[in-house]
């Protein structure tokens, strides 16, 4: 089945602890990204791959690390967690001219 | 300036009854296109329908229809006889420009309800 992967679904964690959310798709796309979704403000671009090696700051990457060292895989990186990243944070891709972008099911992080 | 605008947060609307959400855009490129999504309790976003700036027809999906009114830069979300699974958060969003690296500008949502 065609999908986005996303690992943990849920992360509570404390201020300062380094957390990696896993991202997989078995899709060959190209294109990757990360969102996070807060009340009232819909989704918000944190960064996008559009290859491997090939990686971009979207709207709000402070706080934020990403790496694609493999066209499936695209995790983002926490170096240190803080209160302002509990958030709710999709993992979504596409092919490189694709229209559609595929979302992974959420992984809700609660920072503490 | 917002990009994309919802300025619904909640609607309520009665099950087998049409439903309009409204969404509004910004942009001075051409070339651009729209999406409506869903996200029900579980979370998950799941795709319902695309319009492209260029395309001549309204887009359709089964129950989903999307009025795209150009000049008015507006891309309303109708949902034609509602059921309870309905019931869900709804976002707009926009990719602007052809190239492959545009991101998708979202709007805050409207969060639908369907009473029985």
């Known amino acids: 089945e065609a999908q986005v992967t996303q690992n943990p679904r849920y992360l509570i964690t404390v201020t300062g602890k380094k957390l990696t959310v896993t991202c997989s798709q078995n899709?060959?796309?190209?294109?990757m990204s990360w969102y996070r979704q807060d009340p009232g403000l819909g989704l918000r671009q944190i960064y996008y791959?559009?290859?491997?090696?090939?990686?971009d700051k979207g709207d709000v990457p402070e706080g934020y690390k990403v790496s694609r060292k493999e066209k499936r895989n695209f995790p983002l990186i926490l170096e240190s967690p803080s209160p302002n990243q509990t958030s709710l944070y999709f993992c979504?891709?596409?092919?490189?001219?694709?229209?559609?972008?595929?979302f992974g099911s959420g992984t809700q992080l609660s920072v503490l | 300036a917002q990009k994309i605008t919802q300025t619904q947060p909640g609607m309520f609307v009665q099950e087998k009854e049409a439903v309009t959400l409204d969404c509004t855009y910004d942009?001075?490129?051409?070339?651009?296109?729209l999406f409506w999504y869903k996200q029900p309790s579980s979370g998950e976003m799941i795709f319902l329908i695309y319009?492209?700036?260029?395309?001549?027809q309204n887009a359709t999906e089964g129950r989903y229809s999307l009025n795209f009114q150009k000049a008015r830069k507006s891309a309303n979300l109708v949902i034609s006889a509602s059921q309870l699974g309905d019931s869900a958060m709804y976002f707009c969003?926009?990719?602007?420009?052809?190239?492959?690296?545009?991101?998708?500008?979202f709007g805050s949502g409207t969060q639908l309800t369907v009473l029985p």
């Open positions: 791959s559009m290859n491997v090696e090939v990686t």
């Open positions: 319009q492209g700036s260029y395309d001549q």
């Open positions: 899709m060959n796309h190209e294109y």
């Open positions: 942009t001075s490129d051409p070339s651009y296109g």
């Open positions: 969003a926009m990719r602007e420009g052809p190239g492959s690296a545009r991101q998708l500008t």
């Open positions: 979504a891709s596409r092919l490189s001219g694709g229209k559609k972008l595929f």
